[in-house]
């Protein structure tokens, strides 16, 4: 299995709802990031988690809600969203290459989000 | 500041017809660089990653080069299809801080028929 799985494709929720991103790795790999996209932008980086641990919050507003439940799984804890908030949210796992010395960053096929 | 600078923003060109996608950045220390495709509305999808040791790399019809001399690299496509119409991203890695890459702004191209 070499694929990141996100879950759902596309959501649609209001201001006022509650509701949660999913993603899923099977590759073994210890880090795993949310990224935000707006269109034709370049991702920016919001969590990452490393070895099931928050190592990096990129100053992301608390309605937005990380949680790394095992090393497979990375969910996104949604509340009281805003209209700016509607973006492609990806998620990624990156694995460290020992020939040459590097890491990779793998990424799912995204979520995307319309907050009305 | 850590930069990643892609040029051209956008390009068409016919199908059948070659093209290189530019890529120049400031990253210090470097690690590595890939190129990702990116079609609407999806995720990055990996091309090529190359350290600094690398000059070049193929991936069937697509070829990376690297000049870390001059901090540039470039993504050549071969006898370009419909199917590469897509945003390629320049992604670059410093070393010790893995966690934290530079995207470029991407190039936006279009295969047209």
């Known amino acids: 299995d070499t694929e990141v799985t996100q879950t759902p494709k596309h959501l649609v929720m209001g201001m006022t709802n509650k509701k949660s991103l999913k993603c899923e790795q099977h590759?073994?790999?210890?880090?795993m990031y949310w990224y935000k996209q707006k269109a034709k932008k370049p991702p920016e980086l919001m969590f990452v988690?490393?070895?099931?641990?928050?190592?990096i919050n990129e100053s992301v507003p608390s309605r937005f809600s990380p949680e790394c439940p095992n090393s497979s799984l990375l969910n996104l804890h949604l509340h009281a969203l805003q209209p700016e908030d509607s973006a492609l949210y990806l998620c990624a796992s990156s694995r460290y290459h020992d020939r040459p010395p590097s890491y990779e960053q793998y990424f799912g096929p995204g979520t995307r989000l319309t907050v009305t | 500041k850590n930069q990643v600078e892609q040029s051209p923003q956008s390009l068409i060109i016919l199908e059948g017809k070659n093209c290189t996608l530019q890529?120049?950045?400031?990253?210090?220390?470097?690690?590595?660089l890939r190129w990702y495709k990116q079609d609407t509305g999806r995720g990055p999808v990996s091309l090529t990653i190359?350290?600094?040791?690398?000059n070049t790399k193929s991936n069937g019809r697509y070829t990376a080069t690297l000049d870390a001399d001059t901090k540039q690299s470039s993504l050549h496509i071969t006898a370009s299809q419909l199917s590469d119409s897509a945003s390629y991203i320049c992604?670059?890695?410093?070393?010790?801080?893995?966690?934290?890459?530079?995207f470029g702004t991407g190039t936006k191209l279009q295969v047209i028929p």
């Open positions: 992604v670059v890695s410093p070393s010790g801080g893995y966690q934290k890459v530079t």
């Open positions: 988690y490393s070895y099931e641990k928050l190592s």
């Open positions: 190359m350290t600094f040791s690398e």
């Open positions: 590759m073994g790999h210890r880090a």
């Open positions: 890529c120049n950045y400031t990253v210090s220390p470097f690690s590595n």
